[in-house]
Structures are given as structure tokens and as C-alpha cells.
């Protein structure tokens, strides 16, 4: 009998609050859950306002980058594509 190997979850090193910390990148399977965790608890004014604030976003390492652009249009998905998210950025006046 084999046994299954878990997977090390992948993880990037951040600073939070002056200390270095490893923050967890979810997995692909994950994505309804976090969609459904945003739906459940955020308006889609509040998600639209993210999305502006991250679209900017530019860090130095890639892979972080790309994580970074990853979540944002993970975000606008939620919202409906991009003509919603520009008439919620107008709505919100940004």
C-alpha cells in the first residue's frame, strides 16, 4: 500500500507589521471558495474599489506580479468582465 503525499502548499515571503512572514497563494480548487467567501461579505462596490487599487499594483519579483494580476482579474470575473467594473468604478466615482 502506497501512501499519498500531501502537497506543501506554495507560498511567498512578505512583511507584515516589521516581521517576515510566508503568506499562503490558494489553490486553483480554492478559487469558488474565495469567490464565494468575497460574494458572501464584500459589495461589489467594495470588490470594484480593490480591483482599482491592485491594477497599479508593481513589485519586483514576477511571480509575485503575476499573483497580484491574477487576484485582480480573479476579481473582475466576480464582478461580471471589465463593462461592469468600469460602471461600478464610475458609480464609486474613481
Excluded at 10 to 31: A, Q, S, W
Excluded at 45 to 56: G, H
Aim: glycine share 6%.
Amino acid at each position: 500500500m502506497s501512501k499519498m503525499r500531501r502537497r506543501k502548499p506554495k507560498t511567498y515571503e512578505t512583511t507584515l507589521n516589521g516581521k517576515k512572514t510566508r503568506v499562503t497563494i490558494p489553490e486553483n480548487e480554492d478559487t469558488d471558495v474565495l469567490a464565494e467567501a468575497l460574494k458572501d461579505n464584500l459589495s461589489p462596490e467594495a470588490v470594484a474599489t480593490i480591483v482599482a487599487y491592485l491594477q497599479p499594483t508593481r513589485v519586483k519579483d514576477a511571480k509575485v506580479q503575476r499573483e497580484v494580476e491574477w487576484f485582480s482579474g480573479m476579481l473582475v470575473e466576480l464582478l461580471g468582465g471589465y463593462k461592469a467594473f468600469n460602471r461600478l468604478m464610475d458609480e464609486v466615482g474613481l
